[in-house]
């Protein structure tokens, strides 16, 4: 029981240090959350070494691509605000020359 324990508190710290590394890449991330999170499923359904790694390899992959997605959610949304701002400062600008007709 107590190296379940044990075990089960290093698999957390593993999952969470990604969580605080700046310095990684964006998909980086994604494979060591996804590979930790599948190294730890793979050791629970099958408990040798084998599944384990193959838990791992698959969890990483899984993480670099619903990272990708991730990124791109929000690549859009950043368009979208400066599309919407872009389209702002335009209209304003419109306003603006048209006030500045009509007093001269």
Do not use: Y
């Not at 990604?18 to 959350?33: D, F, R, V």
């Not at 384990?52 to 979208?80: F, I, M, S, Y």
């Amino acid at each position: 029981m107590k190296s379940h324990i044990t075990r089960f508190i290093a698999a957390v710290a593993l999952a969470a240090a990604p969580l605080a590394s700046n310095a990684l890449g964006t998909n980086e991330k994604g494979c060591l959350i996804g590979g930790a999170a599948g190294g730890v499923a793979g050791h629970l359904l099958g408990s040798s070494g084998t599944h384990t790694a193959v838990g791992a390899a698959l969890g990483c992959g899984a993480g670099v691509l619903v990272n990708k997605e991730r990124v791109k959610r929000v690549d859009a949304k950043e368009q979208e605000k400066k599309v919407a701002a872009q389209q702002q400062r335009k209209k304003r600008q419109q306003v603006a020359q048209r006030q500045q007709t009509t007093w001269q």
